[in-house]
């Protein structure tokens, strides 16, 4: 049974900086990332990382926010280091993991945390 299992949100000010955290178990994951999403406007690719390290990200966030992935036994740890962090970057942010192979893959999604930046 697959879980992925976040952690890491909250409040913070303009500036500062929060991480987050992602526990997915249960399968063989390649493609993992993070999604973000704001009420009345669609889920969007923040980061994302391949079981082979290689990362993508959305423009709004390069250079402020790094995405980080630790193959340990039978649990991977998902990780989003937001730094210098924007009213804008206020959202419900997901977890996302891939496995199975590229003809039938499966989508898994976390249960969201909340990140708000305010003064």
């Known amino acids: 049974q697959v879980q992925l299992v976040e952690s890491g949100g909250g409040l913070v000010q303009p500036g500062e900086s929060l991480r987050l955290s992602c526990a997915a178990s249960?399968?063989?994951?390649?493609?993992m990332g993070w999604y973000r999403q704001v009420p009345g406007k669609q889920r969007e690719l923040v980061a994302a990382i391949t079981s082979g390290g290689n990362t993508n990200y959305a423009d709004s966030v390069k250079g402020r926010f790094t995405i980080s992935r630790d193959n340990a036994k039978n649990i991977v740890y998902l990780d989003l280091q937001m730094n210098s962090l924007k009213p804008e970057d206020t959202a419900a942010y997901y977890c996302?993991?891939?496995?199975?192979?590229?003809?039938?893959?499966?989508?898994?999604w976390g249960q969201g945390t909340q990140v708000t930046v305010s003064s």
């Open positions: 996302n993991a891939q496995s199975g192979p590229s003809w039938s893959t499966r989508s898994y």
């Open positions: 249960g399968s063989i994951f390649s493609a």
